[in-house]
């Protein structure tokens, strides 16, 4: 035989398995395209119209800028037609997220980042649009009226928000386009328009994911554009060269679909008979539990298959020390935790931050994985966790005893009675209740019971009748406290600004932003300058009150100010923030954006004098 023969036929079946792992799970005559390198030479039939269409709601979100009573920089404008496209700027009318940039990762209040979080999820924050007819989506549109380039995964989902019932057939996600974050150095609107995959199912729900950490400054959104066809499309069979890049492992796992059943596997297929453990044998046991330290959790499934020896070091509750769920949070189900239960008796910090939601976790599926699992927990997750109900939270309070961080953000869903539980955790060190309906009652019996506190979130809390009290209750019962958020407290006056600053007095970190019942007038903002020297970060955003004294006042006596924002302010010279910028030597970041006295002169001076602060300044359209 000719020895080009076997060359030809090993060459052949490379070439036919790049093109099944191209293919997938596509059926005959279907090609998934990649978002990288393959462009399919797709053709519609003419009887089969695109339709195009713009968001009809948004419901659901991780955060917004915006108040939860008003429209202005709220989620809820990317529903309908643009509101400003193609205009660029910094309008009301458009959808922002509470932050960007890296400067609330270097906060005292920030959070120390989860272990074994796989690379390709960088997201921050979400928002989920409907729309009204179900179509076989070719393109989404995101139109970007300000600093573009945040949104880095767009994901569509089976399930109907609209159907009637619901259908037996459990939902599922499908990525349709994901990036990791990249820097885009013009401000200006754009029409974001990129290469999505094809599907095999109709949707009327979008999911876009966002990173921020590379903006100098809040993204502004103003409506999504899904395009799609009624009836399913069908592909041609041409395709492009195949880029061997797109054979990498990671690639293909994450375009393999977001389906459940695909974690689920993993978690639960039973080990193969392997002949021995080579030199994994000679290894001492600590060794081997330090490597795969390294891996993260899908990793750790793949690797429990291949031998005895290494799925007992898989299986090692050592290794869920700390679990990191939210990465999975498309394919998380009860069946997802049963399968993990066994291997979690040791768990200290668990995120779940995201999942469940849709029906896929249910409270029973919760309760059992807590009840064998929650023992040792010190740290819990559960932002925008939207199957959590009263049930959860106590049996949180009952199996968790050792609890010291829990973060319930936007879990805007718990009825206000269920917080009540949060008061027999009397360990917590930091609770994080923004955008929750908790009420004035349950939240006194927190602070009463919750000395410990050092880290208290409370900003969009708009159940909250008087935060005089609660700042009263604060001072007099969280003497520990270091980092507090009153984000868009509607009523907090003076009166609990003094009694906030006498009763903790090492605060590091205050956000005040767009709290409008405080004046400078009353002295409330110099009392704090004075009453709290360890000061690193301070937001006094859109307080037009601010003033030369309060500024100066920081600068005599918060000189390890770190982060300042006094966006709005009509009463701030040059003159004052340069003695600021001298006095505090450690300032990062000073948003001067909206104020009047501060021009673009000033700024160009202070950028020339001061080049590692960061100072931000836009202007009133």
Same mark, same amino acid.
């Given at each position: 035989?000719?020895?080009?023969?076997?060359?030809?036929?090993?060459?052949?079946?490379?070439?036919?398995?790049?093109?099944?792992?191209?293919?997938?799970?596509?059926?005959?005559?279907?090609?998934?395209?990649?978002?990288?390198?393959?462009?399919?030479?797709?053709?519609?039939?003419?009887?089969?119209?695109?339709?195009?269409?713009?968001?009809?709601?948004?419901?659901?979100?991780?955060?917004?800028?915006?108040?939860?009573?008003?429209?202005?920089?709220?989620?809820?404008?990317?529903?309908? &037609?643009?509101?400003?496209?193609?205009?660029?700027?910094?309008?009301?009318?458009?959808?922002?997220?509470?932050?960007?940039?890296?400067?609330?990762?270097?906060?005292?209040?920030?959070?120390?980042?989860?272990?074994?979080?796989?690379?390709?999820?960088?997201?921050?924050?979400?928002?989920?649009?409907?729309?009204?007819?179900?179509?076989?989506?070719?393109?989404?549109?995101?139109?970007?009226?300000?600093?573009? #380039? *945040?949104?880095?995964?767009?994901?569509?989902?089976?399930?109907?928000? %609209? *159907?009637?019932?619901?259908?037996?057939?459990?939902?599922?996600?499908?990525?349709?386009?994901?990036?990791?974050?990249?820097?885009?150095?013009?401000? @200006?609107?754009? @029409?974001?328009?990129?290469?999505?995959?094809?599907?095999?199912?109709?949707?009327?729900?979008?999911?876009?994911?966002?990173?921020?950490?590379?903006?100098?400054?809040?993204?502004? $959104?103003?409506?999504?554009?899904?395009?799609?066809?009624?009836?399913?499309?069908?592909?041609?069979?041409?395709?492009? &060269?195949?880029?061997?890049?797109?054979?990498?492992?990671?690639?293909?796992?994450?375009?393999?679909?977001?389906?459940?059943?695909?974690?689920?596997?993993?978690?639960?297929?039973?080990?193969?008979?392997?002949?021995? /453990?080579?030199?994994?044998?000679?290894?001492?046991?600590?060794?081997?539990? $330090?490597?795969?330290?390294?891996?993260?959790?899908?990793?750790?499934?793949?690797?429990?298959?291949?031998?005895?020896?290494?799925?007992?070091?898989? %299986?090692?509750?050592?290794?869920?020390?700390?679990?990191?769920?939210?990465? %999975?949070?498309?394919?998380?189900?009860?069946?997802?935790?049963?399968?993990?239960?066994?291997?979690?008796?040791?768990?200290?910090?668990?995120?779940?931050?995201?999942?469940?939601?849709?029906?896929?976790?249910? &409270?029973?599926?919760?309760?059992?994985?807590?009840?064998?699992?929650?023992?040792?927990?010190?740290?819990?997750?559960?932002?925008?966790?939207?199957?959590?109900?009263?049930?959860?939270?106590?049996?949180?309070?009952?199996?968790?005893? /050792?609890?010291?961080?829990?973060?319930?953000?936007?879990?805007?869903?718990?009825?206000? @009675?269920?917080?009540?539980?949060?008061?027999?955790?009397?360990?917590?060190?930091?609770?994080? $209740?923004?955008?929750?309906?908790?009420?004035?009652?349950? $939240?006194?019996?927190?602070?009463?019971?919750?000395?410990?506190?050092?880290?208290?979130?409370?900003?969009?809390?708009?159940?909250?009748?008087?935060?005089?009290?609660?700042?009263?209750?604060?001072?007099?019962?969280?003497?520990?406290?270091?980092?507090?958020?009153?984000?868009?407290?509607?009523?907090?006056?003076?009166? #609990?600004?003094?009694?906030?600053?006498?009763?903790?007095? =090492?605060?590091?970190?205050?956000?005040?932003?767009?709290?409008?019942?405080?004046?400078?007038?009353?002295?409330?903002?110099?009392? =704090?300058?004075?009453?709290?020297?360890?000061?690193?970060?301070?937001?006094?955003? *859109?307080?037009?009150?601010?003033?030369?004294?309060?500024?100066?006042?920081? *600068?005599?006596?918060?000189?390890?100010?770190?982060?300042?924002?006094?966006? #709005?302010?009509?009463?701030?010279?040059?003159?004052?923030?340069?003695?600021?910028?001298?006095?505090?030597?450690?300032?990062?970041?000073?948003?001067?954006?909206?104020?009047?006295?501060?021009?673009?002169?000033?700024? =160009?001076?202070?950028?020339?004098?001061?080049?590692?602060?960061?100072?931000?300044?836009?202007?009133?359209?």
């Amino acid at each position: 035989m000719s020895p080009v023969f076997p060359m030809l036929t090993v060459l052949t079946m490379f070439y036919y398995l790049c093109l099944r792992r191209r293919a997938r799970t596509a059926t005959r005559g279907e090609v998934m395209n990649s978002h990288r390198t393959i462009e399919s030479n797709s053709r519609t039939s003419p009887l089969n119209a695109e339709v195009v269409q713009y968001a009809k709601e948004v419901v659901d979100f991780s955060s917004h800028y915006g108040s939860e009573n008003s429209m202005s920089y709220t989620m809820w404008n990317l529903a309908g &037609v643009p509101n400003v496209f193609p205009s660029s700027g910094d309008f009301t009318q458009t959808a922002v997220f509470r932050t960007y940039g890296t400067w609330w990762d270097q906060c005292p209040s920030a959070s120390l980042p989860f272990k074994r979080t796989p690379p390709n999820f960088q997201s921050q924050d979400y928002v989920e649009l409907t729309f009204e007819q179900q179509v076989y989506p070719t393109a989404v549109h995101v139109l970007e009226t300000y600093h573009p #380039g *945040a949104v880095i995964r767009i994901l569509a989902c089976s399930a109907n928000p %609209y *159907a009637p019932s619901p259908l037996a057939e459990v939902s599922r996600w499908e990525i349709l386009w994901s990036e990791r974050p990249t820097k885009v150095n013009a401000s @200006q609107a754009r @029409q974001f328009k990129p290469c999505i995959k094809h599907i095999n199912f109709p949707t009327n729900l979008i999911r876009l994911e966002v990173n921020s950490s590379l903006l100098d400054y809040y993204t502004e $959104l103003d409506a999504v554009v899904l395009h799609g066809t009624k009836d399913k499309p069908v592909l041609s069979l041409k395709t492009s &060269v195949i880029d061997m890049n797109d054979l990498e492992e990671d690639d293909y796992e994450e375009k393999d679909g977001c389906g459940m059943d695909n974690l689920n596997k993993k978690l639960s297929t039973a080990l193969r008979a392997g002949p021995n /453990n080579g030199y994994f044998d000679k290894l001492p046991y600590e060794l081997i539990q $330090l490597i795969l330290n390294h891996l993260t959790l899908p990793d750790l499934c793949r690797l429990a298959q291949t031998c005895k020896l290494l799925n007992q070091h898989c %299986y090692d509750p050592l290794q869920y020390i700390h679990l990191n769920l939210q990465p %999975y949070w498309a394919k998380l189900n009860d069946s997802s935790l049963e399968f993990l239960q066994t291997r979690c008796t040791l768990v200290q910090w668990l995120n779940l931050s995201w999942t469940g939601n849709r029906g896929f976790i249910s &409270v029973a599926g919760f309760s059992r994985f807590l009840k064998g699992c929650g023992s040792e927990l010190v740290r819990l997750e559960l932002s925008c966790s939207h199957f959590l109900n009263e049930t959860c939270l106590e049996i949180i309070s009952e199996t968790c005893p /050792n609890l010291q961080e829990l973060n319930l953000s936007s879990c805007d869903k718990l009825p206000p @009675q269920a917080f009540n539980h949060i008061a027999k955790l009397c360990g917590l060190k930091r609770l994080v $209740l923004y955008r929750t309906k908790v009420e004035q009652t349950a $939240l006194l019996s927190i602070l009463n019971f919750c000395s410990e506190l050092q880290h208290l979130s409370l900003g969009s809390c708009v159940m909250i009748e008087d935060y005089d009290v609660i700042a009263s209750m604060i001072g007099a019962k969280c003497k520990k406290l270091r980092t507090l958020d009153l984000w868009r407290c509607k009523n907090i006056t003076e009166n #609990g600004i003094a009694e906030l600053a006498s009763g903790c007095q =090492l605060l590091e970190e205050l956000d005040l932003g767009w709290c409008p019942t405080l004046q400078s007038s009353t002295g409330c903002f110099t009392k =704090l300058a004075r009453q709290l020297p360890n000061l690193q970060k301070l937001f006094l955003t *859109a307080n037009r009150s601010v003033c030369d004294t309060d500024i100066e006042e920081l *600068a005599c006596n918060c000189t390890r100010l770190r982060q300042l924002d006094i966006l #709005g302010t009509r009463m701030v010279s040059p003159a004052s923030l340069r003695k600021l910028l001298e006095s505090c030597k450690d300032l990062s970041l000073l948003d001067v954006s909206f104020c009047s006295q501060i021009d673009n002169r000033a700024v =160009l001076e202070f950028n020339t004098s001061f080049p590692k602060v960061f100072i931000k300044k836009s202007f009133t359209q």
